[in-house]
T-cell receptor
Framework: EAGVAQSPRYKIIEKRQSVAFWCNPISGHATLYWYQQILGQGPKLLIQFQNNGVVDDSQLPKDRFSAERLKGVDSTLKIQPAKLEDSAVYLC??????????????FGEGSRLTVL | DAKTTQPNSMESNEEEPVHLPCNHSTISGTDYIHWYRQLPSQGPEYVIHGLTSNVNNRMASLAIAEDRKSSTLILHRATLRDAAVYYCIPPALGAGSYQLTFGKGTKLSVIP
């Protein structure tokens, strides 16, 4: 079974530039998550999708971050304009169950962003 | 949301058992305890989860205290590949759906 695919693995940009990350979840998984992981910290949830609808985006900095999941499959996370503090690893995860109380999350390898 | 407390770091000798503790004294009666681990330069991976009784799988065992206020992840024979950050996570109810909220976890070092 193919895992969660993310691209690009690494990206270096200058502040105020824009960047986009792509995620392809495990086939059939209805729930998709984007997490931000700053060096030395645990992952922080940015947004959660159920199929193509947003379940929770309360921790997404909406003035500069946006995410979409067209057709309930692939997802894209965009940052525009980027700030120095956005330097982090962006992790995508998917789950076959909308209830994380019992379901397992599968994570991709992440996209490492460096903002100069 | 339930709060968890884990030691920042632990060390173990290779091929010896490792007991990773977690306190979650505010957990609700219906919340599962999840454990994930994150190897260097990789995304987190699921290890095990449980509700009340002890659980075993091919990766580890999970011992849950009778009052559910704490749990212990047990790696029976640590290998170098087990060096990782281990996260103890009781799911939290966010905007109508359960979510996994990660803390800082315990960084496990395995000594050859």
């Amino acid at each position: 079974e193919a895992g969660v695919a993310q691209s690009p693995r690494y990206k270096i940009i200058e502040k105020r530039q824009s960047v986009a990350f792509w995620c392809n979840p495990i086939s059939g998984h209805a729930t998709l998550y984007w997490y931000q992981q700053i060096l030395g910290q645990g992952p922080k949830l940015l947004i959660q999708f159920q199929n193509n609808g947003v379940v929770d985006d309360s921790q997404l900095p909406k003035d500069r971050f946006s995410a979409e999941r067209l057709k309930g499959v692939d997802s894209t996370l965009k940052i525009q304009p980027a700030k120095l503090e956005d330097s982090a690893v962006y992790l995508c995860a998917s789950s076959g169950s909308g209830r994380a109380g019992t379901g397992e999350l599968f994570f991709g390898e992440g996209s490492r962003l460096t903002v100069l | 949301d339930a709060k968890t407390t884990q030691p920042n770091s632990m060390e173990s000798n290779e091929e010896e058992p490792v007991h990773l503790p977690c306190n979650h004294s505010t957990i609700s009666g219906t919340d599962y305890i999840h454990w994930y681990r994150q190897l260097p330069s990789q995304g987190p991976e699921y290890v095990i989860h449980g509700l009340t009784s002890n659980v075993n799988n091919r990766m580890a065992s999970l011992a849950i205290a009778e009052d559910r206020k704490s749990s212990t992840l047990i790696l029976h024979r640590a290998t170098l590949r087990d060096a990782a950050v281990y996260y103890c996570i009781p799911p939290a109810l966010g905007a109508g759906s359960y979510q996994l909220t990660f803390g800082k976890g315990t960084k496990l070092s395995v000594i050859p």
